[in-house]
């Protein structure tokens, strides 16, 4: 297998993100508008479910987390778990979200295998938080900028999940997931393409991995979008009927979802025929969507208030404490690590997209050369770490170490080409980087007298060269 160096690797995904991005940049047929709301489910960074004591571990055996309450046994009671709430209003805060004092939880009844209450409980009329936004501008990707609203924020459970392909003919129940806390971060319908749509996502992403309410990983399911697509001629101010699409976990593959459903959308419409309410799904090889049932209204969920659950009341000093809590925002720390240390967009943004990466690199740079701190991290650094398979997340050179050794090339100890074996050595060697160069016998010599008794034996020993 081709072994690329971390950087190049980084390097690499950011080039295929973007040009995943440009492949389906959304170009509409002339005189339509596409109109597009995005409905985001994360996983909440906690412990135990949303209701119950079971444990959120991934990856689990399946059904070993599952207790009376997440089966929905007969006579249980949920109790809300407050590091959920927690999670939540986290992720209000850092959406620029208003939270709500006061919210409530409702019963939305709907069956299905996986989810054994027959009702999920969620917050629809009275969610945690109300507003909200990302911006997207040029240093996300956006050609033009756009500061996409949220309409709100809910706390709800996750079901269980149903595994159809393992036993033919048969279904399998894993209830593992059953309860799980979830946030619904509902965007207004302010989207106007599948490129924005990725860079929407993408934000959200981001931004929930920063403040660390969620893994958010799409292809493990920790984040779920179901896309709202709807088209109308440029310039009406009324929306247009819209349909959903349901499970678009990549977002390459949610850019091409949208950009088919504009395409049937606008066909339809062009041959005077209506376009329906319905839920649909995509269909990767035909690059189609699909009619996947007729898309269900409130009404038809039936939904109830939770007589379980009393309000949830929250006090400004709760509030307070977990807006204080925040670490800096991704933007603000784009716009500032930009200017403090002379970054490009390109490089402080690879600084970004790692966990606890910046938080490094801030370390290292303390009393050093910025320019030479980004070289030996970006390049050489994730470069040594590629090259044994390892990422960011695993590196075993603590900052004040890596400091260690730009200080020995900055004193001239020993020579960068040293410098960079030792880099290597220092992967597997805990010891502190002076020791190794000793051991290794990497130590520049500055003794001119001794360094000229060197030159002068070499000239004499190589007396036809000389001549
Ligand atoms: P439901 O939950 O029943 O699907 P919501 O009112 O919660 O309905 O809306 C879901 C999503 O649909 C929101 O993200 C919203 O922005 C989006 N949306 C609403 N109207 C339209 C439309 N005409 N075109 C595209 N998206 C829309
Ligand atoms: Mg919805």
Redesign the pocket.
Do not use: C, M, W
């Given at each position: 297998m081709l072994r690329l160096t971390r950087c190049a690797y980084l390097r690499s995904q950011l080039f295929k993100a973007v040009r995943n991005f440009s492949t389906s940049e959304g170009s509409i047929k002339d005189g339509w508008e596409a109109?597009?709301?995005?409905?985001v489910h994360a996983q909440l960074n906690t412990k135990t479910k949303l209701f119950s004591d079971s444990s959120t571990s991934y990856n689990e055996h399946v059904n070993t987390h599952v207790s009376a309450i997440d089966a929905a046994f007969p006579g249980v009671q949920p109790r809300l778990n407050i590091h959920a709430v927690e999670q939540a209003v986290k992720a209000a805060l850092s959406l620029q979200g208003q939270i709500q004092k006061r919210s409530t939880f409702e019963r939305k009844h709907y069956y299905y295998p996986d989810l054994p209450q027959g009702y999920q409980i969620t917050q629809q009329r009275e969610p945690i938080s109300r507003g909200g936004f990302i911006q997207l501008t040029e240093l996300d990707g956006a050609k033009i900028p756009a500061k996409i609203g949220i309409?709100q924020i809910q706390i709800e459970q996750d079901t269980g999940k149903s595994i159809h392909d393992m036993r033919p003919g048969e279904s399998l129940l894993d209830l593992n997931r059953a309860g799980i806390g979830l946030i619904e971060i509902?965007?207004?319908?302010d989207i106007r393409s599948s490129y924005e749509a990725g860079l929407y996502v993408k934000k959200l992403q981001q931004l929930l991995q920063w403040v660390d309410v969620s893994k958010a990983n799409l292809e493990e399911g920790s984040m779920r979008c179901d896309v709202?697509?709807?088209v109308r001629k440029q310039g009406d101010s009324q929306?247009?009927?819209?349909c959903?699409l349901k499970n678009l976990n990549r977002i390459r593959i949610l850019s091409a979802a949208i950009d088919a459903e504009v395409t049937r959308q606008i066909e339809l419409l062009e041959n005077g025929i209506p376009v329906h309410v319905e839920t649909r799904r995509y269909d990767e090889l035909r690059n189609t969507t699909y009619k996947l049932r007729d898309?269900e209204?409130?009404p038809d969920y039936r939904f109830m208030p939770e007589p379980d659950l009393p309000p949830l009341l929250l006090s400004e000093d709760f509030i307070d404490r977990i807006a204080n809590s925040l670490p800096e925002l991704p933007d603000v720390s784009l716009d500032r690590i930009m200017k403090q240390y002379n970054l490009s967009l390109f490089n402080a943004n690879l600084l970004l997209h790692e966990y606890k990466c910046l938080d490094y690199f801030e370390r290292v740079c303390e009393g050093r050369d910025p320019n030479t701190v980004t070289k030996w991290m970006l390049n050489e650094l994730s470069g040594a770490l590629a090259a044994k398979d390892k990422t960011f997340k695993d590196n075993p050179i603590s900052s004040k170490r890596f400091g260690g050794l730009l200080d020995l090339l900055e004193k001239g100890t020993t020579t960068v080409n040293k410098g960079k074996l030792l880099l290597k050595l220092m992967l597997d060697d805990p010891s502190e980087p002076l020791d190794i160069v000793r051991k290794n016998g990497w130590l520049t010599m500055s003794d001119s007298a001794q360094l000229e008794s060197i030159c002068k034996d070499i000239v004499e020993k190589n007396a036809d060269k000389v001549n």
């Open positions: 109109v597009i709301g995005i409905e309409h509902v965007s207004k319908p709202n697509v709807s929306f247009g009927t819209r959903e898309k209204s409130a």
